[in-house]
């Protein structure tokens, strides 16, 4: 894998203001042939599954893998290609649709606490509590849904103060040993029309497309603008947000699974070590077992 592709490349710096037009939506192809790809992709799949028997059997950190990007970027398929190899008892994969009554109930946070993963597992959020400043900024009037005090959302700082309750969120589950990296998966406009076209002349995709979606493109400078604000408002050293070029399905799976290694990397994980009279009741069951 190039030089040029190592998860600092991709990284948004904290503070920053955002601006994604400068941001690539594709890159030159990571790898010369499909076969190249697999081989690539196959190896990084192994190494994760290595990393978190790891994490599973030395449960002092969580992982948390939060995927965003708009309709089509293939967020599904990157998760389900990159997270391939991992063991189902150690990893949790979370899709979060519309809120439930229940959940609008509850501050909007609540639902996404509920799913979080637990010290030795990875969980994985298919969109996410950031939907709150994404989809509801772009539909303010999702808010009315929620039943908060007029004197709440009538704040001119009303966003302002929902990224801060993300980000000391964040900070706070990271005190607490749960690692956080976001993925937001960057999808030109052009990209999104042609797998769009896709799902409708593909009868076996057709069940991928909803009406809705072409709906929420009417929506598409709306959602850049929002997606600008979160990333440069929430992107921390704790909690980073990472841009992937989209464009390309396998070019994104690559790094995001290079970047999920290099995390894993950080965390210097081990085995827990066995003492010596844990060696020694082994010894003594060895020895019945071989009787």
């Given at each position: 894998?190039?030089?040029?592709?190592?998860?600092?490349?991709?990284?948004?710096?904290?503070?920053?203001?955002?601006?994604?037009?400068?941001?690539?939506?594709?890159?030159?192809?990571?790898?010369?042939?499909?076969?190249?790809?697999?081989?690539?992709?196959?190896?990084?799949?192994?190494?994760?599954?290595?990393?978190?028997?790891?994490?599973?059997?030395?449960?002092?950190?969580?992982?948390?893998?939060?995927?965003?990007?708009?309709?089509?970027?293939?967020?599904?398929?990157?998760?389900?290609?990159?997270?391939?190899?991992?063991?189902?008892?150690?990893?949790?994969?979370?899709?979060?649709?519309?809120?439930?009554?229940?959940?609008?109930?509850?501050?909007?946070?609540?639902?996404?606490?509920?799913?979080?993963?637990?010290?030795?597992?990875?969980?994985?959020?298919?969109?996410?509590?950031?939907?709150?400043?994404?989809?509801?900024?772009?539909?303010?009037?999702?808010?009315?849904?929620?039943?908060?005090?007029?004197?709440?959302?009538?704040?001119?700082?009303?966003?302002?103060?929902?990224?801060?309750?993300?980000?000391?969120?964040?900070?706070?589950?990271?005190?607490?040993?749960?690692?956080?990296?976001?993925?937001?998966?960057?999808?030109?406009?052009?990209?999104?029309?042609?797998?769009?076209?896709?799902?409708?002349?593909?009868?076996?995709?057709?069940?991928?497309?909803?009406?809705?979606?072409?709906?929420?493109?009417?929506?598409?400078?709306?959602?850049?603008?929002?997606?600008?604000?979160?990333?440069?408002?929430?992107?921390?050293?704790?909690?980073?947000?990472?841009?992937?070029?989209?464009?390309?399905?396998?070019?994104?799976?690559?790094?995001?699974?290079?970047?999920?290694?290099?995390?894993?990397?950080?965390?210097?994980?081990?085995?827990?070590?066995?003492?010596?009279?844990?060696?020694?009741?082994?010894?003594?069951?060895?020895k019945s077992l071989t009787k």
């Open positions: 894998m190039r030089e040029d592709c190592h998860a600092r490349n991709f990284r948004v710096p904290p503070a920053d203001e955002v601006d994604l037009s400068k941001w690539p939506t594709s890159i030159d192809p990571l790898c010369d042939s499909g076969k190249a790809y697999r081989k690539l992709l196959a190896e990084h799949v192994l190494e994760l599954s290595k990393r978190q028997e790891l994490l599973y059997a030395a449960p002092r950190y969580a992982v948390l893998l939060v995927f965003q990007g708009m309709d089509g970027a293939g967020k599904d398929g990157a998760i389900r290609h990159v997270m391939s190899g991992i063991n189902p008892q150690g990893c949790e994969v979370s899709s979060f649709k519309q809120p439930t009554p229940v959940e609008l109930a509850h501050d909007f946070l609540w639902r996404t606490t509920l799913r979080l993963p637990e010290r030795g597992r990875i969980g994985v959020f298919n969109r996410s509590h950031y939907e709150e400043v994404l989809v509801t900024r772009v539909h303010p009037e999702i808010l009315e849904r929620e039943d908060l005090p007029r004197s709440v959302i009538e704040k001119k700082d009303f966003w302002n103060q929902r990224y801060r309750s993300i980000v000391d969120w964040e900070a706070h589950l990271h005190r607490n040993g749960t690692r956080i990296v976001k993925f937001f998966l960057h999808l030109s406009k052009q990209e999104q029309r042609k797998r769009f076209l896709e799902r409708i002349d593909d009868q076996h995709k057709n069940w991928k497309f909803s009406a809705a979606d072409v709906e929420e493109r009417k929506f598409w400078k709306d959602y850049v603008r929002a997606y600008e604000a979160c990333l440069g408002a929430t992107s921390t050293a704790d909690a980073p947000w990472y841009v992937v070029p989209a464009d390309d399905k396998d070019d994104s799976r690559l790094i995001v699974s290079r970047i999920i290694l290099e995390l894993f990397n950080d965390l210097d994980l081990h085995y827990p070590r066995t003492s010596a009279k844990r060696r020694r009741q082994l010894h003594t069951i060895r």
